[in-house]
């Protein structure tokens, strides 16, 4: 889909005045130059932006990669994107992290949502009365945190007495793998990429080694096919 699209607008472009903006979440750089190169030497600004779901709303965070941009322009698009969340500008190699964090992220969190929606539901709340009162728990959570400027653990650790029952229930969470389990998908998406990457960059070095085939190699090549 990306080659088709880029061969559809590759020909009206004018390098020297228009970047070039990709929000799809694993095409590198490399790549999307190897797709615009229209043999006129001249290449684009380009840009690679990954926002997640909750741009619909304003309260996205959007992560942004440059290549060949001027600060200037560059900040133009940070301020468009800051009216839509938080913007956050990275390295490329960033990005495929980026996107687990955030935009992924917005999943794995809606799934321990949901999780704690259901858990309530067994424990005698009607759906809806469990939905509200996660949502609002939720909401609180991240107030004292904006607020306070702290770490989720600095807040745990407010609401934890010794034997507790909130003790009790973290203590549950963990046997069952929960922080781990977070990281692992986090980490498998951001590995996805990483390793997508790496291969790309590895059969290019392949190939231009291939072609680096000098003439006298060649003539040795053609005396050992001769012998």
Not at 31 to 48: A, I
């Amino acid at each position: 889909l990306l080659e088709e699209v880029v061969k559809e607008i590759r020909g009206g472009l004018d390098y020297r005045k228009q970047a070039v903006a990709s929000v799809i979440g694993r095409s590198s750089f490399e790549e999307l130059g190897k797709l615009l190169d229209n043999g006129s030497g001249v290449m684009p600004v380009m840009y690679r932006i990954i926002p997640n779901t909750a741009i619909s709303l304003g309260e996205s965070v959007t992560f942004i990669a440059e290549q060949g941009a001027p600060k200037e322009r560059l900040d133009e698009l940070v301020s468009i994107f800051s009216e839509l969340g938080q913007t956050v500008v990275v390295k490329e190699p960033m990005m495929g992290p980026g996107t687990s964090l955030a935009s992924c992220g917005i999943a794995f969190a809606l799934k321990y949502l949901d999780a704690s929606i259901q858990g309530g539901v067994e424990l005698g709340f009607a759906p809806e009365e469990a939905r509200a009162v996660v949502m609002q728990t939720m909401r609180g959570a991240l107030e004292m945190m904006n607020l306070n400027g702290t770490m989720p653990q600095t807040e745990i650790d407010k609401v934890t007495t010794p034997g507790g029952m909130t003790l009790r229930g973290l203590a549950a969470m963990e046997e069952s793998g929960f922080t781990e389990a977070v990281k692992a998908e986090e980490a498998a998406k951001a590995g996805e990429t990483k390793a997508k990457t790496a291969a790309k960059s590895a059969e290019a070095k392949e190939t231009a080694k291939a072609k680096e085939t000098t003439p006298a190699k060649k003539k040795e090549a053609v005396k050992a096919e001769k012998k």
